[in-house]
């Protein structure tokens, strides 16, 4: 069973505009991951937030994390045509110590 | 530093037929982690190793499935017999897990199963 659920599945925006990714879950957690990949490709780790941050920062990505919601998003600004990949969001359960990635979204940039 | 290798990258069998993928994770990393992949789907843990132990193999079709983790290194991935079904892209996965912290993933590029 996939407990992260992103949302939208999918999203095509215009190189340079911002893409916003939202991620849900269903129980507590450690902490909660977001990856890309690339058609054909391993993951890459993007970031980590610890359920006890409420927000966090890297480069062009920006992450928060609702604990009351079960929510965070992903935000990628000033998008460029690198970016075009799938995101996942995996989140690292308290109480059974899984991390359970969801289905991803979709990100296509236009030229 | 090398990332996580995993070979073969591609293998193409005929159902009932036996397959194996083998890992090498990231020097150091204590966890290693067996993922399925199906197209369009998100990764779906097979089994998750701590050192030497299998602590986590609840989502493996024992059946046909099976895997190791010799010495607390590399790991090896069995199905035998192989289904249609099976078909997916295999990844595997290393971290450095400290109390309880499974911390982050590093990915190999995976092995793309097909099953004729």
């Known amino acids: 069973s996939q407990q992260g659920e992103e949302d939208p599945q999918a999203l095509s925006i215009q190189e340079g505009e911002n893409a916003t990714m939202n991620c849900s879950y269903k129980?507590?957690?450690?902490?909660l991951q977001w990856y890309r990949q690339n058609s054909g490709r391993g993951l890459v780790h993007l970031i980590l937030?610890?359920?006890?941050?409420r927000e966090k920062h890297s480069g062009r990505l920006r992450v928060t994390l609702d604990t009351s919601k079960k929510s965070s998003s992903l935000l990628i600004t000033a998008s460029r045509a690198a970016d075009t990949a799938s995101y996942f969001c995996?989140?690292?359960?308290?109480?059974?110590?899984?991390?359970?990635f969801g289905k991803g979204t979709r990100l296509h940039i236009l030229p | 530093e090398a990332g996580v290798v995993q070979s073969p990258r591609y293998k193409i069998i005929e159902k009932k037929q036996p397959v194996a993928f083998w890992c090498n994770p990231i020097?150091?990393?204590?966890?290693l982690y067996w993922y399925l992949q199906n197209l369009g789907q998100g990764p779906e843990l097979l089994i998750r190793?701590?050192?030497?132990?299998?602590?986590?193999d609840s989502q493996l079709p024992k059946d046909r499935f099976s895997a190791e983790r010799l010495k607390g290194v590399d790991s090896t991935l069995k199905i035998q017999p192989a289904e249609l079904g099976d078909s997916a892209v295999y990844l595997c996965?290393?971290?450095?897990?400290?109390?309880?912290?499974?911390?982050?993933?590093?990915f190999g590029p995976g092995t793309r199963l097909t099953v004729l």
């Open positions: 996965a290393s971290s450095f897990a400290t109390g309880g912290d499974l911390g982050e993933q590093f």
């Open positions: 129980t507590s957690i450690n902490n």
């Open positions: 937030i610890r359920s006890n941050e």
């Open positions: 995996a989140t690292d359960a308290f109480r059974d110590d899984k991390i359970i």
């Open positions: 020097s150091g990393h204590n966890t």
């Open positions: 190793y701590e050192n030497e132990e299998a602590v986590d």
